[in-house]
């Protein structure tokens, strides 16, 4: 576990964040982290209502630079990574990062953008708006641009793959075990595979109150198990007090899906061990 003792995405008062960089990394300091990676949420330019959750444009450039400036303050403690999570309607970055979060946080209608992780409430009225209730459809389609996220951002791993399940654990919004739904995620997972990127293990809804285990499902990681894939553990944290949220637990559930490939990060690149 030791090896493990990092995250890659976490977020600060840049977006949607509660605590500073360096608060983060002075508590990842004290939880024996090696490495803390910064995963800023990107501009997405065509929604002027999203700015409170991503970095304006005149933001990521003071987080770039906080990011270096804490890194280098905190060399001899701890290894900091200056990263972004590139959601698939952001438009590319111009500056350039150590890695990439490749994510889907919306699925797009002909009407609006539907978000899939803002509220529960927010997901019910607009799938029912947009899909008559239909939540398979609307996995469809979100599946669909999941399989193409890779292609959209070019990312170093793959976030939160099915975000879509994050209030199903307690709102039962449809059948995780329905032929249509798994046909739907296998399809995109397959295609995510041959790109040889990790998938994030991501406890982040558990440290929010909405799971109890993390994202992706198991059967999912026995997919991933299955065809050689790799995963890398992380903690989608946004405050300095879940920054190794229930990493135990997260390890315990990749090694019994029978994933062999876990990665880390070794002198600022991801690797398996």
Avoid at 81 to 110: C, F, R, W
Avoid at 253 to 260: A, L, R, Y
């Amino acid at each position: 576990m030791k090896d493990l003792k990092c995250t890659l995405h976490s977020h600060t008062t840049y977006c949607d964040g509660k605590n500073t960089v360096e608060e983060m990394v002075e508590s990842a300091v004290v939880l024996g982290c090696h490495t803390i990676g910064f995963s800023g949420h990107a501009y997405i330019k065509v929604f002027d209502w999203v700015e409170d959750w991503c970095m304006t444009l005149e933001n990521e450039k003071k987080y770039q630079q906080d990011v270096r400036a804490v890194g280098e303050k905190y060399k001899n403690k701890i290894d900091v990574l200056l990263g972004l999570e590139l959601d698939y309607y952001s438009k590319a970055p111009e500056y350039e990062y150590d890695y990439i979060i490749g994510s889907v946080h919306y699925v797009k209608t002909p009407n609006t953008y539907i978000a899939v992780d803002l509220s529960p409430d927010d997901l019910k009225v607009k799938v029912g708006e947009e899909y008559g209730g239909d939540f398979i459809a609307f996995a469809r389609d979100y599946y669909e641009l999941v399989a193409d996220v890779y292609n959209k951002t070019k990312c170093d791993m793959i976030g939160h793959f099915d975000l879509i399940t994050k209030f199903n654990e307690k709102f039962n919004f449809f059948d995780e075990n329905d032929k249509k739904y798994r046909e739907y995620a296998y399809d995109a997972l397959d295609t995510l595979l041959k790109t040889g990127v990790p998938f994030e293990v991501n406890t982040g809804a558990i440290s929010r109150g909405w799971r109890t285990t993390p994202y992706p499902s198991p059967f999912i990681l026995s997919r991933i198990a299955e065809k050689n894939g790799s995963v890398i553990i992380n903690s989608d944290t946004h405050s300095r007090d879940s920054i190794l949220c229930e990493y135990e637990k997260a390890y315990e559930i990749v090694k019994n899906s029978g994933v062999k490939n876990i990665c880390t990060v070794k002198d600022k690149k991801i690797i398996c061990i």
